[in-house]
């Protein structure tokens, strides 16, 4: 392999790393009071990772875990207080109080899985 393939297989990793963290963002699922939103933990992405929600209303989030890599194990809501452990392949029922309009994170304790609540 000479060295202009690998610059160009270099710069399209940076392009794709880019494109990853910065540039893509999903869709917001929306939920409704009540809803059950359930979201797997998988391959470095909670899905789905940007829920919509009404403000003043309850929902429920349901994670599934997947991925055994310790860097999943827990979920995070610094502004809600909510920290919790997720089993492997069992559902972890989290159930939120009704929340103020605003944007709520959430992540892994290293910050490499990252979801959004949208309260609207
Ligand atoms: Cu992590």
């Not at 790393?17 to 910065?22: K, P, V």
């Not at 994670?63 to 909510?82: G, H, Q, S, W």
């Not at 997720?86 to 559902?91: F, R, S, Y």
Request: with cysteine; net charge neutral; hydrophobic share 40%.
């Amino acid at each position: 392999m000479n060295l202009l393939m690998i610059n160009i297989i270099g710069l399209a990793v940076i392009a794709l790393i880019i494109y990853w963290f910065w540039i893509y963002k999903p869709k917001d699922v929306q939920a409704k009071d009540q809803d059950i939103i359930k979201i797997t933990v998988e391959d470095g992405v909670y899905q789905p990772s940007r829920i919509s929600v009404p403000a003043d209303t309850e929902i429920t989030l349901e994670f599934n875990r997947k991925d055994e890599t310790p860097c999943a194990e827990m979920v995070i809501f610094p502004e809600l207080d909510i920290s919790e452990s997720l089993p492997i392949n069992k559902t972890k029922t989290i159930k939120l109080k009704k929340l103020k309009k605003g944007s709520y994170q959430f992540h892994c304790q290293m910050q490499m899985y990252k979801g959004e609540l949208h309260v609207v």
